[in-house]
């Protein structure tokens, strides 16, 4: 089937793989072994993806931590200041549309008696700072706001956020796993303090990420050991992984202009295509600030369940692959405002790397059948 599900994961670039392999046979010192030529040679290799992820978004190499993923990293922002600052104030907010790896993180906070809110977005899926202006308080230490959804593609206004948030004496973190790598971000001049990343998400390995921790920002480690990454997270570095995420953020920085460019063609012929053919149809969430590669399309008066199970040629999904063990609707969509209906006959199609326009030809020819043999 054709691939339209980028969001959910993106295949290993092969100029990623080839720069790992090394790392897992000949070179497969011990990044912290400082004794002999083995360990050097793989910190050398840290050290240059370090370089690659920190000039990504314009910080320095010693604020990078290196997580499993973006899961962990969120956990360790929201959980390691929480546990750092909560003799200062136990409020923080967040939004109700963000991943669940930081709206769990945060129910698990409520039960050691942070205070949380959150913040409930516009039915665009734009939240506002005047939302966060209005429920900040003297006890609020953390500001959470993720920087692109990843259902629905909406970009929200961190650098704006982020000012309110240090008006009140609050740091800010934010979720940007699905912008890193696809929109340019620059960590000093928006003002984030704390941002979660996953290589997987832009054409590196699964199971390696980073929480970006600004200079004088303090989190209390999640996992305790060897003291690994300056004490904010032990445990051996995977090296060939890391060696993959540099790599990517390489690649990524160099291509993410012209690429941005040519999938914004692409995913707006797939979207104007669909929409003009399929009566009916409306897309989820802001169309001015969102990611270029990515709709979300309502198809009304059509079950869900028999969409996805009919579309046997492209890969789609409805709501996140993080969550889809759970037959239950978006409950992004949802709260955008969608019926249970109309969430789960809502379809997110993402295009990346290795989109072709004959895919997009024959997806969008696809998808119309398919609706229209459905509706009789
Ligand atoms: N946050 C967002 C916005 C995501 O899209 C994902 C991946 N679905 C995650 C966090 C979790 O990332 P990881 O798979 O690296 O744990």
């Not at 599900?5 to 392999?21: C, G, H, Q, S, W």
């Not at 929480?211 to 996992?223: F, K, N, P, T, W």
């Not at 399309?297 to 999904?317: H, K, P």
């Not at 199609?349 to 043999?373: D, N």
Request: some cysteine; overall charge negative.
């Amino acid at each position: 089937p054709v691939y339209l599900d980028y969001n959910a994961t993106t295949p290993v670039d092969p100029r990623v793989l080839e720069t790992m392999l090394p790392w897992f046979t000949e070179q497969f010192g011990n990044a912290a072994s400082r004794t002999h030529l083995y360990g050097w040679t793989a910190e050398e290799a840290v050290a240059t993806a370090r370089k690659q992820l920190a000039k990504l978004v314009h910080v320095t190499p010693k604020e990078v931590v290196f997580t499993s993923g973006a899961t962990e990293a969120n956990n360790l922002a929201i959980k390691g200041v929480f546990e750092k600052k909560s003799h200062v104030g136990k409020h923080i907010i967040t939004v109700a549309t963000e991943h669940k790896a930081v709206l769990d993180t945060c129910h698990h906070l409520e039960q050691l008696g942070a205070e949380i809110t959150y913040l409930v977005p516009a039915a665009d899926g734009l939240i506002t700072p005047q939302q966060v202006a209005e429920v900040l308080r003297s006890d609020t230490i953390l500001v959470s706001v993720m920087y692109a959804n990843n259902e629905i593609g909406v970009i929200q206004p961190i650098r704006d956020i982020a000012e309110v948030a240090h008006q009140a004496g609050a740091l800010f973190h934010t979720d940007a796993t699905q912008a890193v790598g696809k929109l340019p971000i620059d960590m000093p001049l928006e003002g984030i303090d704390l941002l979660s990343l996953s290589a997987h998400k832009l054409y590196g390995p699964k199971g390696i990420g980073a929480l970006i921790v600004r200079s004088g920002v303090e989190i209390a480690s999640q996992m305790d050991g060897g003291g690994h990454e300056r004490g904010r997270r032990s445990g051996t570095l995977n090296v060939p992984g890391i060696v993959g995420l540099g790599k990517a953020c390489e690649i990524a920085q160099k291509e993410m202009k012209s690429e941005t460019a040519r999938l914004a063609e692409l995913r707006n012929h797939l979207e104007s295509e669909i929409l003009s053919k399929v009566p009916d149809t409306f897309v989820n969430g802001t169309t001015p600030h969102r990611l270029s590669h990515l709709t979300n399309i309502c198809f009304e008066n059509v079950d869900g369940e028999n969409l996805l199970l009919s579309l046997r040629d492209v890969a789609v999904s409805t709501g996140s692959a993080c969550t889809s063990a759970s037959v239950l609707p978006s409950y992004v969509l949802k709260i955008l405002g969608l019926t249970d209906d109309q969430a789960y006959a809502s379809l997110r199609m993402s295009l990346g790397r290795f989109t072709t326009e004959e895919e997009i030809t024959f997806a969008i020819h696809h998808i119309v059948e398919v609706v229209e043999k459905m509706r009789g």
